[in-house]
């Protein structure tokens, strides 16, 4: 049920009955304020101002022709013609019922697209550091609610897995393993890669053999292929380590890294010189773009090949959009990269549109975010100012948590607190980057994060353990509420009328890739539950059909917070 597309199509009939031209937006959101009704349609006034008309005399006869029978209780017009609409209690226990009796809580079908999902994306022979926590995590809450509607996801993993890097890394770990030392050197990649590039600035013939294996590897070289994939799996080895950690859904069937795309790369620099866009100058080929300018005001030159002949991460975005349409079949395509890489974006799409490779019609959308940031206001660095490895990073929120829990259970059994203090670390440090607008930039900050107070994941977990358990303290089950739902208590059509609008939240996630919705959502909600809980007795309710109606208020609570985090990829526990 979307309680604003309902009302949104009855305000656009009576609208168009009105007079209004065809296309005209009713524009229904939810009200700020109780005074206001549930709901708000705010288009009479550019309506009426289209047609002339003062909107106080639009909004009446819109409202005379509004046919909401049965769903709202009262509608009033405020100011200057806003039609503010109250719902009807009666309606909402009626809805409140519809979804319990349904399996995915009643949330309208949508017609499949298929969508295609870039996040996380590390690189090979590098350890993945706080930079990829936002894409991956943020990404795979847009992924888990986009499938959750119905859609075909592809998750697309563009790991950095090419470049003229490879042949350093490649004649370094040939001279690991002559050496006969274990390949588990690379359990430290950051370490490797260092040791690698030194060895390749020192040693001038350890150089020529790293150049000559770039050579043969993208030659298609057996043995430098071979070395390559041990590389590439190593690296995704330990990456898939940090994933199930994350509760991440990413598996290594996802991986579409760079190299994918290589063998496309002469025919796109082709394709595009053949279609006049691109040109030769000063031995690269460069397409001049109008709409990018350089400080000089001069069309911007994006090169797509480098005179030596050598490809650029730009060429590979533009054949990675051709095959996500082409090959893939996408209907719309999502990126999840910092924003400081828009402009390569923009730029990569620009090309890709002028070539014709992706149509209008199939969205490229950046979901760009920014930065974490230190308690200092700067960048997120170690002490002693290096990357924070993820893993590290979690090793902490386990060790953190693991405190706290400890703290406040002392008695709790050494395997329970284990496993609470995994779902409470992992989620405290997901949840406080999910709850974030994704596009500003954004304070790590510990103790806030495990706090139990606030919008934080302790306080949604702590929220959802005890809605369920009040249902579980009732003894009942489930099949035995056949009464159906009343709602008399302000704190319950509140609360009702809240819970109706879970997949109001769940749209602007899967459209806008903002996960922070939801989770102001479910903070919400869980906060209109506890003033419920304190206002309406449940267990001690004075009439069984009352006691019923309330613990299915609380049933379809715990089944909504739980559906939500789940979507958030935050887990949840049934005691803490
Ligand atoms: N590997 C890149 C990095 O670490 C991110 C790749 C994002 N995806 C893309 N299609 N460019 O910065």
């Known amino acids: 049920m979307n309680i604003q597309s309902l009302l949104s199509d009855k305000v656009s009939q009576a609208l168009t009955a009105a007079g209004a031209p065809v296309a005209s937006e009713a524009q229904v959101r939810q009200s700020a304020k109780a005074q206001f009704g549930d709901y708000q349609a705010n288009g009479v006034m550019s309506v009426a101002k289209k047609l002339g008309i003062p909107p106080r005399q639009l909004a009446e006869t819109v409202v005379s022709l509004l046919d909401l029978d049965g769903i709202a209780q009262k509608i009033d017009i405020a100011g200057p013609g806003f039609i503010n609409i109250f719902l009807d209690p009666a309606w909402l226990a009626l809805q409140v019922d519809a979804a319990l009796d349904s399996p995915r809580l009643n949330i309208t079908p949508v ?49 950095g897995d090419w470049g003229t890097q490879f042949g350093m890394l490649i004649a370094y770990l040939e001279k690991i393993q002559s050496r ?6 690379l359990s430290s990649l950051e370490e490797f890669y260092r040791a690698a590039k030194k060895t390749y600035d020192e040693d001038a013939e350890f150089a020529e053999r790293a150049r000559s294996y770039v050579v043969k590897l993208q030659g298609g070289d057996e043995y430098c292929r071979q070395m390559w994939r041990k590389l590439v799996d190593i690296t995704m080895a ?62 911007m030159g994006v090169i797509i090949q480098k005179k030596d002949g050598a490809y650029l991460y730009t060429t590979t975005d533009i054949a990675c959009a051709k095959y996500r349409y082409e090959t893939l079949k996408a209907d719309r395509v999502l990126y999840y990269i ?124 702590y929220a959802y353990t005890r809605v369920a ?42 459209r806008d890739g903002t996960p922070h919705v939801m989770c102001s959502y479910l903070y919400d909600l869980a906060g209109l539950f506890s003033s419920f809980y304190e206002h309406c007795p449940i267990l001690t309710a004075e009439h069984n ?16 917070l739980k559906q939500g985090l789940e979507m958030l990829g935050i887990q949840t526990v049934e005691r803490m």
Not at 116 to 141: F, Q, W
Not at 180 to 185: A, D, L, R, S, V
Not at 469 to 495: C, H, I, N, Y
């Open 111 to 159: 017609i499949p697209q298929t969508i295609v999902v870039d996040y996380s994306a590390p690189n090979v022979a590098k350890e993945m550091h706080v930079g990829h926590l936002r894409s991956t995590i943020i990404g795979d809450a847009a992924v888990r609610t986009l499938e959750f509607l119905g859609h075909k996801v592809i998750r697309a993993n563009h790991v």
């Open 238 to 299: 330990q990456n898939q380590q940090v994933y199930d950690r994350l509760n991440v859904t990413l598996t290594r069937k996802d991986v579409m890294g760079e190299s994918l795309y290589n063998d496309m790369l002469p025919g796109i620099v082709a394709d595009l010189k053949a279609k006049g866009l691109a040109v030769e100058s000063d031995g690269a080929t460069v397409v001049y773009l109008e709409e990018f300018r350089t400080k000089e005001g001069e069309p």
């Open 338 to 461: 910092d924003s400081r890489q828009h402009q390569h974006l923009l730029q990569a799409w620009s090309i890709v549109r002028k070539a014709g490779y992706v149509p209008e019609s199939v969205p490229l959308e950046h979901h760009m975010f920014g930065m974490m940031l230190g308690k200092d206001g700067k960048p997120f660095k170690t002490r002693a100012g290096g990357t924070i490895k993820l893993a590290d990073l979690l090793d902490e929120a386990l060790e953190r948590a693991r405190r706290l829990i400890a703290e406040k259970n002392p008695d709790m059994p050494a395997e329970e607190l284990e496993t609470l203090a995994r779902v409470v670390g992992i989620g405290a440090v997901k949840y406080a980057d999910l709850s974030k607008s994704r596009t500003t930039d954004y304070i790590f900050d510990w103790d806030n994060m495990l706090a139990f107070e606030g919008n934080t994941a302790p306080y949604m977990q």
């Open 469 to 510: 358990s009040v249902f579980k303290r009732s003894g009942l089950d489930e099949r035995q509420l056949t009464a159906p739902v009343r709602l008399e208590a302000e704190q319950e059509t509140l609360l009702a009328a809240r819970l109706l609008q879970f997949e109001e939240a769940i749209t602007v996630l899967a």
């Open 545 to 560: 059909d009352i006691l019923q109606s309330r613990l299915k208020l609380a049933l379809l609570t715990s089944r909504t």
């Open 180 to 185: 006969g030392e274990p390949e588990m050197q």
